[in-house]
């Protein structure tokens, strides 16, 4: 698929277009789909309704959220203002949007930035569904209108809503008499909602693209059109030289443990069990993510060998059940915790091995060994431990010696010289290092940061070498797009810790710059838990 190509997956169907009749030759069926034209209630969530309750029940914590956005989209056919919905990462938001336009049964048109990567793809998804356009093998899966430049979506996109406005007069004025079935659209407002609009800044270098989406209500002058933007980001990061008049933010915070617990515990076929279970792994993963995608990926495998030693998995489980499910599951939980991304530190199905070791350590620490003193006093995955390592490194070596320093041997030996140096230039040096002593820990850019992180993940023992072997039939390519994804995402989770200070973006470089801000004691009790040879890659005196 080219770059700017339109994919050919349409994103709305109805039920009757996606289930051809059995009965009916292939050839019918096929040729009837491809006739049969889109109609206004194609642009609704769905067939099925739902009540309020159910809506609020269907996603716990989120009781304000929904009250606010269904207050601010306001009663039927009323203007309203631009929202930004906004949050973290897995805390509802799209889900929630979607679900609140099937409860209100009104029109919208739904474009995903993830989906929808250059401008052009996300101005002709917007107009295909605005102009009820279907691209299918009669049409050759082209757009209803090809759109590349801003002003000719501002042109299309006004032009597509008059007409879908008075389609949906007509067809409410039409229809105000008689029974409204659960497909028939309400109001004549249609809704525009942006969905990651904070990948819009990756690939819109001229930075146009986000003032446009953001000033459309004005350009358009159209009380007909509401629009939503969704993001990760808040507004603050969304900067223009040009200026937009701001939405009005709308918050999704991190889920709390109860909610989390409440997600959890939905459709569960034995919810004692499970409970259980819940009481032993929420806590200690919720202090690390509150993602309900990550702490599901992770609770899958432990639930299983939870449930190994019991006979009969619906049965209610005693206290001393809990008690032996307990010390069944409990090497399994450490071991977990670090199987969080793409940098192993053992795999899960080891640490039965290591339970003999961990004994010693406990052990150590009741008498007040000296090993408690190269722990750290909080749970960190392990790619999170080689980012910080590198963010230390980048900020207190000089870039000049990457080079020398990381190196295909894994490093150099700071102490060999090549030839006897002056007592001048010793004091140019010592002076020069008493000046980057007195600035402080140096900023550097993503880029050097990933190389860094590349070459001593790469020299170090968990290599991402033994993760190719373990996913077999997986593309290079694939592997390497979701490593970079992972280590982005530990980036942030740093940056949100303040271990990692994210700066302004550098003139010259075009680049946001990073600094990091950990002692190197703790640098060094990190690299000691990873046995990482950390004043091999420390540039000194």
């Avoid at 953001?214 to 980001?233: A, H, P, R």
């Amino acid at each position: 698929m080219g770059k700017d190509e339109t994919p050919k997956s349409n994103r709305r169907s109805t039920r009757q277009s996606s289930t051809p009749n059995s009965k009916a030759p292939p050839e019918s069926s096929k040729a009837a789909n491809q006739l049969k034209s889109l109609s206004v209630n194609d642009l609704v969530f769905s067939t099925e309704t739902l009540s309020l309750d159910d809506l609020i029940g269907s996603f716990p914590g989120r009781r304000s959220q929904i009250l606010e956005l269904i207050k601010l989209l306001g009663p039927l056919d009323s203007p309203m203002m631009p929202l930004f919905v906004y949050g973290g990462s897995s805390t509802g938001k799209t889900s929630t949007i979607l679900q609140i336009f099937k409860h209100l049964n009104r029109p919208f048109a739904y474009s995903s930035c993830i989906s929808c990567y250059s401008p052009r793809i996300m101005f002709e998804s917007i107009l295909n569904q605005l102009l009820l356009h279907r691209r299918n093998e009669s049409c050759g899966y082209l757009s209803a209108k090809r759109c590349e430049k801003p002003s000719d979506f501002v042109n299309l996109l006004r032009e597509a809503l008059s007409s879908l406005v008075d389609s949906l007069k007509g067809n409410n004025v039409g229809k105000s008499s008689a029974k409204k079935s659960p497909t028939q659209v309400n109001g004549r407002m249609v809704y525009l909602i942006f969905d990651n609009i904070e990948l819009v800044r990756e690939w819109d270098k001229s930075s146009s693209i986000v003032p446009l989406l953001f000033n459309l209500y004005d350009i358009l002058k159209m009380t007909e059109v509401g629009l939503i933007f969704v993001s990760k980001t808040s507004l603050d990061t969304f900067e223009s030289d040009t200026g937009y008049a701001e939405p009005f933010p709308v918050y999704f915070p991190d889920y709390t443990e109860d909610d989390l617990r409440q997600i959890f515990m939905k459709k569960q076929e034995n919810p004692k069990l499970y409970s259980s279970f819940l009481d032993l792994v929420l806590r200690p993963f919720s202090r690390i993510t509150r993602r309900v995608d990550e702490l599901s990926n992770a609770f899958a495998p432990l639930f299983k060998k939870y449930c190994e030693p019991v006979a009969d998995l619906g049965a209610v489980p005693s206290e001393d059940m809990k008690r032996k499910l307990f010390s069944h599951l409990k090497p399994f939980i450490s071991q977990s915790l670090n199987e969080t991304f793409n940098v192993p530190s053992q795999s899960l199905l080891k640490a039965s091995s290591n339970k003999e070791r961990n004994t010693r350590k406990s052990i150590a620490k009741k008498r007040g060994g000296c090993e408690m003193l190269d722990e750290i006093d909080f749970h960190m995955s392990t790619s999170a431990k080689y980012l910080l390592i590198c963010a230390f490194l980048a900020s207190r070596n000089p870039a000049t010696l990457d080079a020398s320093l990381f190196d295909s041997t894994g490093g150099c030996d700071n102490r060999k010289k090549k030839r006897k140096v002056s007592e001048r230039s010793m004091e140019q040096k010592d002076s020069k290092e008493q000046e980057l002593l007195m600035k402080g820990p140096g900023s550097f850019p993503l880029e050097r940061l990933l190389a860094i992180f590349q070459c001593i993940t790469t020299v170090a023992d968990y290599s991402p070498d033994d993760e190719e072997q373990e996913n077999v039939g997986v593309g290079a390519e694939g592997s390497d797009s979701g490593l970079m994804s992972d280590i982005l995402l530990q980036l942030s989770s740093l940056c949100s810790a303040n271990f990692i200070t994210k700066g302004g973006s550098c003139p010259l470089e075009g680049s946001t710059r990073y600094r990091s801000t950990v002692s190197e004691d703790m640098v060094l009790k990190v690299a000691r838990s990873l046995k990482f040879p950390l004043s091999k890659y420390l540039y000194r005196k």
